[in-house]
């Protein structure tokens, strides 16, 4: 971006005047700019020198090279962390996927009350995970909710016990987290079935396909943008779900739903193992970018394409 | 850029944590986490006490049980160079931040009152560190307790049990009798309340010591830790199927109504039955965990002093005196449940059990039986403990199945936590 020709016979003001409509973009975006270099960039910086360090109770800066890494690495807790991301990452990201676009698909069907039902689907969206969580907290305890329920109903040798056994519990956690974001996930189905061109489908249908061809074939490899975003999306807020299991289950029964993120917190905060703690976080923010930076990069080529 | 990051947050942290904080008068700022009505009512006394000083009581309550969020806080305090007055602390915790160098010096104060005598030796090493008192304590906690519900008791026809053998003839009582034996919450720190008394139990005092507070890997790894855990799956086998997550006092709850016949918890836990208009000694039992009798394992809650400018340190020194007033510390245990940490605090106002744990602890301190809980951070340093949380929960909830596994991996845990 070059500064425009100035044209000539200008008084000094007007020189003035321009200069600051040129820079003034850069006056107004500098100080947001600085925040984010100082408490996003900053920050991610100083946690990869604490992962370095010998920080235990408070940040202490004398090197350890990996030693953190490997300390990190050998916890049992770590690996249950990671298997259980594993677990709650592949359901979470499939089922919310699979599941919104059923929804979208069947919303768009062109039915009656679609606005009434569109914000109920829409809706949990809007809770925060730690209600999501305490609400399937009472919902899922055999002794309060859903099991007491249908026992109270007459099938006494029900049980649905999967809060409090430790092998089940994470899979409580996949089932409140897809309740809560299938809904924002058909949305964005749902814009982009409604961006699909009629004449196609039109075509389509009187060249005789059938409905699920017509979905199969034409409309659902159309949605690839929509995929892409949220397979994004829900990949990041899998990789950083702390309160939902704090709220659900408080990484129990024993650490059976323990996640990178409660993880992370508890051996930088409560465990004194800071330097651990860093070194867990420098791992997630690697995944993170590992999932991020080729979408990134996929989208800006694209514009070059000039798509 | 480091530093510049360090500097920023830090000016940020003190802005917000003192606006409008800039006044003559003597202020202590305290940072706890005794939010609940019990605790909140014992530390009114101390204000009161202090207001008719002249000290200003500037309250920085950070809630949540075991001081969790509150240390956190401190941690964002102490790096911006502003520590609070003094902050309510447990245990290791104490030491941690002594050795961080954040810590005040009391040494002039606890001479003129002859802190020395008065405060058992046990207690000391965690409010001194290299030969400097450090931390004012407040009060005492033995968590090697039962409680029990005395109409359950006289229902199925039991009484205390004294033996660990008794002690299952009793629970299967209470289970024929179609009443829960055990009251629990599936926490790692209640799990590891009960690991201290069965510990405790199966090897004794010394037992005790060398495998918990020395973390000797011959003890930890040794046969009667095997028989340590075999007892824990036992007693997990009297806890009703919906114990994971619940709350000590919910599990409180349920010896007050009856639903379940006994609990295993700290004494903080007569606060719940006191409350709820039982009465200690007539209508919930207390007693020792069977076969620790003797032996207290305690937990401390002490008010450390950190380094202050001169201009807050003469208040700092008024509380620390107040704290330490045998008058406040009575009162204040009254209703907190606990027992004064000073040893020459008459016992006359205590309840039944107040009054047998204020003896028990003297007869613990005199024979070298008073030892820290592992399960309340006076055993051993943070890591560690939450290294043997890791498995004694794991074990409970059925994640480790076998007693030789838990013992494998407790030696491991150990030794990685170190």
Request: charged share 20%; with cysteine; net charge positive.
């Amino acid at each position: 971006m070059g500064a425009p020709a100035m044209p000539r016979g200008r008084t000094p003001t007007d020189r003035a005047i321009g200069w600051l409509q040129v820079q003034l973009p850069k006056l107004v975006l500098s100080p947001s700019l600085v925040i984010v270099l100082l408490f996003v960039y900053g920050f991610i910086l100083w946690t990869i020198v604490l992962s370095f360090s010998r920080s235990r109770i408070l940040p202490v800066y004398t090197f350890a090279g990996f030693d953190a890494y490997e300390r990190l690495w050998s916890l049992p807790n770590w690996s249950v962390a990671l298997q259980n991301l594993a677990i709650f990452g592949v359901l979470y990201i499939g089922l919310c996927t699979l599941i919104g676009l059923a929804l979208a698909i069947l919303l768009d069907q062109r039915i009656r009350i679609e606005g009434v039902l569109r914000p109920i689907y829409l809706y949990p969206m809007a809770l925060s995970f730690v209600v999501t969580g305490t609400a399937w907290k009472w919902f899922l305890n055999p002794g309060l909710g859903f099991e007491k329920v249908v026992r109270a109903w007459g099938w006494s040798d029900f049980t649905f016990d999967w809060l409090v056994n430790p092998d089940m519990a994470i899979y409580t956690i996949v089932i409140a987290a897809i309740w809560q974001s299938s809904g924002f996930v058909m949305a964005m189905f749902l814009a982009g079935l409604r961006g699909i061109d009629n004449e196609l489908i039109r075509a389509a249908q009187i060249d005789g396909a059938s409905p699920f061809k017509l979905y199969w074939r034409i409309i659902i490899p159309q949605l690839r943008p929509a995929f892409l975003s949220a397979v994004i999306i829900l990949a990041h807020m899998a990789v950083k779900s702390y309160d939902l299991v704090i709220a659900l289950t408080g990484g129990g029964p024993g650490n059976a739903t323990e996640l990178p993120a409660t993880f992370m917190y508890s051996y930088t905060f409560t465990r004194n193992q800071m330097a651990v703690g860093a070194a867990s976080a420098v791992i997630m923010l690697m995944t993170i970018a590992a999932i991020i930076v080729p979408y990134l990069y996929a989208e800006l080529r694209g514009d070059d394409r000039g798509r | 850029m480091r530093k510049m990051v360090l500097t920023m947050a830090g000016a940020l942290l003190t802005i917000l944590t003192t606006a409008g904080g800039l006044r003559a008068a003597p202020e202590v700022e305290v940072l706890h986490w005794w939010t609940s009505g019990g605790e909140a009512a014992a530390l009114n006394i101390l204000k009161k006490d202090l207001e008719g000083k002249g000290v200003t009581w500037k309250d920085m309550p950070v809630a949540g049980g075991g001081g969790t969020q509150a240390m956190t806080v401190l941690r964002a305090r102490v790096s911006s160079g502003n520590p609070p007055v003094a902050v309510q602390m447990l245990g290791f915790d104490i030491l941690d931040w002594a050795e961080q160098g954040a810590v005040g010096d009391l040494n002039e104060l606890a001479a003129a009152g002859g802190w020395d005598m008065v405060i058992p030796a046990a207690l000391q090493k965690f409010s001194r560190y290299d030969a400097k008192w450090i931390a004012a304590p407040v009060n005492v906690h033995s968590t090697n307790w039962i409680w029990g519900n005395k109409a359950v008791f006289d229902k199925v026809g039991i009484s205390q049990p004294a033996t660990w053998d008794e002690l299952i003839a009793s629970l299967d009582k209470i289970r024929a009798a179609g009443i829960i034996p055990l009251a629990h919450g599936g926490q790692p720190w209640q799990d590891a309340t009960l690991f201290d008394s069965v510990v405790l139990t199966t090897g004794g005092g010394d037992f005790y010591k060398k495998a918990l507070i020395e973390l000797d890997a011959g003890a930890l790894g040794s046969d009667t830790m095997k028989s340590v855990f075999d007892r824990m799956a036992k007693l997990r086998s009297y806890v009703d199927p919906n114990f994971p997550g619940r709350d000590w006092n919910l599990a409180s709850a349920m010896v007050i109504k009856g639903e379940a016949g006994m609990q295993i918890m700290g004494d903080w836990a007569k606060g719940e039955f006191v409350a709820a208009g039982k009465k200690p000694g007539t209508d919930v039992v207390c007693f020792r965990f069977p076969g620790t009798q003797g032996n207290v394992t305690f937990n401390t809650d002490q008010f450390v002093m950190f380094k202050v400018g001169a201009d807050r340190r003469p208040a700092q020194l008024e509380l620390a005196k107040a704290i330490m007033s045998p008058a406040f510390q009575a009162s204040f245990s009254m209703i907190k449940g606990s027992v004064p940490a000073r040893n020459d605090v008459p016992d006359t106002g205590f309840d039944d059990c107040g009054k047998k744990a204020m003896k028990d602890l003297k007869e613990a301190a005199a024979s070298d039986r008073l030892m820290g809980s592992l399960a309340h951070r006076h055993a051993a340093a943070a890591s560690v403990m939450n290294a043997i949380y890791d498995v004694v929960t794991n074990h409970f909830n059925g994640g480790i199945k076998s007693s030789d596994d838990a013992v494998k991996r407790l030696v491991a845990a150990v030794r990685a936590a170190r």
